[in-house]
């Protein structure tokens, strides 16, 4: 049965990517999933925060990836409350979220000592703000990171995530707010381009789901992951940045 939007439900909403959409910062990427609107850039600095830094001289210096995310007023009605001395429980959750799976495709000592900072800033929020974040600040690291000499590739592979739910008892993929705001499941899968997890997070919003409806959410996560990968591989071959990242 097709959604309000016209999707059936193992599509993913329309995704577009415009890379170097400001310029001061090292890279920056402006990514929409449908209604969904997230810039995301990359700062570098040199050294690494002090409990990173090597316990003796003869140990070589491993760099350091963080993210922070933040939505801004005008990216949800009514509007949100700008944070400012306190961050929130939720953004907090979601950028380490972010910074976990970035993280788990970067080679710290290829980085060197480098500290790189993605934020991602919601421009315009309908669902899906955590899993976009993800997918496009893939992108803005990987821009970065060609930016800064490296002995090997500094990026092991690529990452990107989806949302999928249950939704009136069906399977959804690429959930948009007006599905999420009723879903009975809640999930949000992180992958690699190769094909593994790197975090799986599902929630029951009210009835329990069995292992049948989690094998299904899976799936269908897992596809369009990967349909998320190629057009972000698709992405980076537009810059010849030969061996950041095989494909």
Sequence with gaps: MPRQDGRSADQLRPFLIQRGFTRN??????????????????SIEPGVPAWRRPKSADQPVAGWVTAEYNMLPGSTAPRKQRDRLIVDGRTTEIQRLIGRALRSVVDFEALGNHTITIDCDVLQADGGTRTAAITGGFIALWEAVRQIPAAQPVLKDSVAAVSVGVVDG????????????RAEVDM?????????FVEVQGTAEGEPFDQAT?????????AGIEQLTSQQLAEMRLVQSPGQVSD
């Design 188 to 196: 949000n899968v992180v992958m690699t381009g190769s094909g593994r």
């Design 214 to 222: 989690l094998q299904a959410m899976l799936r269908m996560a897992q």
């Design 170 to 181: 069906l399977p959804l993929l690429d959930l948009s707010y007006a599905e999420d705001s």
């Design 25 to 42: 910062a090292a890279s920056s990427v402006l990514l929409q999933a449908g209604g969904t609107m997230i810039l995301c850039t990359a």
